[in-house]
């Protein structure tokens, strides 16, 4: 596909979209031709699009966009405290919050910037928090072969918070890893790296 052919699609699907919202926002009992929500479907359609732009991104390919050989560096590579910003899938609404990420490498490092990359990429999709950490793992894991990698995520869910299922600003912490963190020490080392968080 072309980049005019991906936005000709993209526009197409935004009309559609603001239609199915204009429905919407009329079965919840609102009246959608009243003057301040004669832009909103639009509107809707369109950050939402902008909220679910992950799907069209590679985020091994952003990795290896910036992958360099360096095979004596063999300490904890660490990217703390990045922000993401995410849909939850049963409801879709935004959960949120930090992600930590570190790697021990083998024979490959990557640009630091690259990490966050990579978060934002799956977090622009329809998520689960677990399964956000292991695709994070994963995506790592397989682009840059290293000896271990650890991903830590803490997030507060609107789904919970604003429905009042849950106290106002408890955090989901979620965790995985591989390798060299399988050993607790080493986990223990990136837990206290990020503590201050937890
Ligand atoms: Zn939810």
């Not at 004669?38 to 509107?43: D, I, M, V």
């Not at 429905?163 to 399988?182: A, H, I, M, W």
Request: net charge neutral; charged share 25%.
């Amino acid at each position: 596909m072309t980049k005019e052919e991906a936005n000709e699609n993209t526009l197409q699907a935004r009309e559609e979209l603001a239609g199915h919202y204009k429905s919407i926002i009329n079965l919840l009992g609102e009246d959608a031709d009243r003057e301040g929500l004669l832009k909103t479907p639009e509107r809707v359609a369109k950050a939402m699009q902008f909220l679910t732009k992950g799907y069209n991104e590679d985020p091994a390919a952003v990795l290896r966009g910036a992958m360099f050989k360096e095979e004596d560096y063999k300490q904890m590579v660490i990217v703390k405290d990045i922000d993401f910003f995410s849909l939850c899938e049963h409801h879709m609404l935004p959960f949120f919050g930090k992600a930590h990420v570190a790697y021990i490498p083998k024979k490959y490092i990557t640009g630091l910037s690259k990490i966050p990359r990579v978060v934002d990429i799956f977090a622009r999709r329809l998520q689960i928090q677990e399964r956000l950490t292991m695709q994070i793992k994963d995506c790592i894991q397989q682009t840059l072969d290293p000896l271990g990698v650890m991903v830590v995520i803490e997030a507060q869910h609107m789904c919970m918070q604003m429905r009042g299922v849950e106290k106002q600003n408890s955090l989901t912490t979620t965790s995985d890893f591989t390798g060299f963190f399988q050993q607790a020490k080493t986990r223990e080392e990136f837990m206290n790296l990020i503590k201050h968080n937890l």
